[in-house]
């Protein structure tokens, strides 16, 4: 998916927007989310290695997908977004920020 000029590129709203044809507003107000916690999300960048289950699961019930399925899609998203800013003369982002946030990765622990 190439980014509108209209459309914001953060992976969640492109998704709602581009993906499911509502505002943020409109689909936080349809299941009962805080739309200042979403774009507290995005004010922050937010992984979406880090969305709560349930809001995922919304996304998945709103664009008949399952939950695994928006993930992949929200991945690939993101993916594109830090392409963007980092392209950006706008962003001061180095690609040390663009890695994922190590709590999205499997931690290996060793046993004694």
């Known amino acids: 998916m ?3 000029a209209y459309v914001d590129s953060y992976p969640i709203t492109a998704y709602i927007v581009g993906h499911l044809g509502l505002s ?3 689909f936080c107000r349809r299941y009962e989310f805080d739309p200042t916690i979403v774009s507290g999300w995005q004010t922050a ?3 979406v290695f880090s969305l709560p289950a349930d809001f995922v699961e ?3 019930i709103t664009s008949d997908k399952t939950a695994d399925q928006v993930r992949c899609i929200l991945r690939l998203l993101e993916k594109q977004h830090f392409a963007y800013l980092a392209a950006s ?3 001061n982002i180095t690609p040390f ?3 994922p946030p ?3 990765k499997k931690i290996q622990r060793e046993e004694a």
């Open 2 to 4: 190439s980014f509108s």
């Open 24 to 26: 943020v507003s409109d």
């Open 45 to 47: 960048n937010r992984s």
């Open 58 to 60: 919304c996304l998945a």
């Open 89 to 91: 003369p706008a962003w």
């Open 97 to 99: 920020q663009l890695v």
């Open 102 to 104: 190590i709590s999205s």
